[in-house]
């Protein structure tokens, strides 16, 4: 069966420090990988996609990056932190065509907390 | 783009009390799927709904898409505190799916 993980499971980083999360899958190849935001108080917001290695899409022009370095691992970056990016961060992956009725199925997120 | 808005925003019940959750799209939904989410976790897949007036159910929980299919309610029957949480919609859109706020359930025993 698929099982997708995250680490780590509670961050507390300063203003101005790097930041480096991850995701990986396990048990499906070839998915479709997901990082999404949620903030206190508000939906959940796509930050970036994959459909493969090396292919990133952006939905939201920010402080953060994300990278596929290989087919089950997706990584969510930023060089300098935000308060603003304080916040829940999920990763997901589906399988098919995204938009066209793929269930995404998500990972236990990341708590992260800017001070 | 697509909007999805829930209501109610929260609720809270009695335990064994049913009760139901709506989702309004601005637009003709052609995938519509329902997730539960327990303050601190992940998403919980529940049921994915395509096809105007299809209702899927599991263990106490049913989902409808309506004949229109722009709107979905989820409906929870002799609630138990097992059901609190976040319910939240999400709705296929262009290349990417796209959620509602979400409906806080608090169950009380």
């Known amino acids: 069966s698929q099982t997708i993980h995250q680490w780590p499971a509670t961050l507390v980083q300063p203003v101005g420090s790097p930041l480096s999360l991850e995701c990986t899958v396990e048990?499906?190849?070839?998915?479709?990988l997901y990082w999404y935001r949620q903030a206190a108080g508000r939906g959940l917001q796509l930050l970036f996609y994959s459909v493969g290695i090396g292919q990133i899409s952006s939905e939201v022009p920010q402080n953060l990056s994300a990278s596929r370095p290989q087919d089950r691992q997706f990584i969510l970056s930023s060089k300098k932190l935000l308060l603003s990016d304080s916040g829940f961060y999920l990763c997901?992956?589906?399988?098919?065509?995204?938009?066209?009725?793929?269930?995404?199925?998500f990972g236990p997120g990341t708590r992260l907390l800017v001070l | 783009s697509q909007e999805l808005e829930q209501s109610p925003q929260s609720l809270i019940v009695q335990e064994g009390k049913n009760l139901t959750i709506n989702c309004t799209s601005s637009?003709?939904?052609?995938?519509l799927y329902w997730y539960k989410q327990k303050y601190g976790e992940g998403l919980i897949f529940l049921m994915m709904?395509?096809?105007?007036?299809e209702e899927k159910s599991h263990e106490k929980i049913t989902a409808k898409l309506d004949e229109k299919k722009q709107q979905s309610s989820l409906h929870i029957t002799a609630s138990q505190p097992s059901h609190a949480g976040i319910y939240l919609c999400g709705a296929d859109d262009g290349n990417k799916l796209v959620f509602g706020a979400g409906t806080i359930l608090r169950v009380k025993s």
């Open positions: 709904l395509q096809k105007g007036g």
């Open positions: 637009k003709t939904l052609y995938g």
């Open positions: 997901a992956w589906g399988v098919g065509a995204s938009g066209r009725g793929e269930t995404q199925y």
């Open positions: 048990g499906t190849s070839n998915p479709n």
